[in-house]
């Protein structure tokens, strides 16, 4: 419930500026469906890489959850969703928008990442463990710096929507990888989740695949930033008329 009164504080803010919702991206359907799934397919196969990394480096397949019911995925569903969106609008709704028109794309979005970081402290309850509270803050930080890098470069807010959520629906409703508990898929040693053996796979499945995830992400970002500069710049050449 607190996604679509956040979604009403951003338009009211934006009301008082004369401005409408589509200065976050709510505008031009197709491309902002397109960019939402991209995002969600992107993200959502590399959460399921991780799970089936890590089941393989630990010997524990993944078996269906003969318990799972329908009213369980559905509610699974509505908390992932609430959850992304509570986060999404704002992390990277009308307070980035601002952020950005005062600091500058770069600065903004360092912010956004720091604030994104430091918000999951408290939402992880990981406050007093400093070895864990640089993990949380390094790999939260850094999806957060993606998700912000995503809405400067196309404008909107769906695909940092969208990357969010492939993450989470995937580790969470399939996976039971997350705060929902036995979901699609469970463990078949009978554990909550699964966790490498060993330093080495644990490292590279748990901070190493989400970093070379977020790399992509990255790289393809800059990708479309350019190609929107160079439209950008045609857009703003006179017209030549012939002598």
Known sequence: MIGPILLT???????????????????????????????????????????????????????????????????????????????????????????????????????DAAAFGVYHWFSYGVIGNPIVMLYVFLLTGMFGYLWARAFVATGSIAAPIGLHLGWNAVAYLVFSAGPLGAALLIPASGAQRIEANGPLSSVALSIGLPLAATALGLWYLRRVERLRAGLKTDAEQPVRTPA
């Open 9 to 111: 504080v951003s338009w009211l803010l934006l009301r008082l500026e004369g401005r409408r919702l589509d200065a976050l991206g709510f505008d031009e359907p197709r491309q902002r469906t397109t960019e939402f799934a991209l995002g969600f397919a992107a993200f959502g196969l590399a959460a399921a890489a991780q799970q089936m990394g890590l089941s393989l480096a630990a010997g524990d397949q993944f078996v269906l959850n003969a318990g799972v019911d329908t009213p369980t995925m559905l509610n699974g569903l509505r908390f992932t969703v609430n959850s992304v969106l509570f986060e999404e609008l704002l992390f990277r709704g009308y307070f980035l928008y601002r952020a950005v028109q005062w600091l500058g794309p770069s600065r903004a979005v360092w912010l």
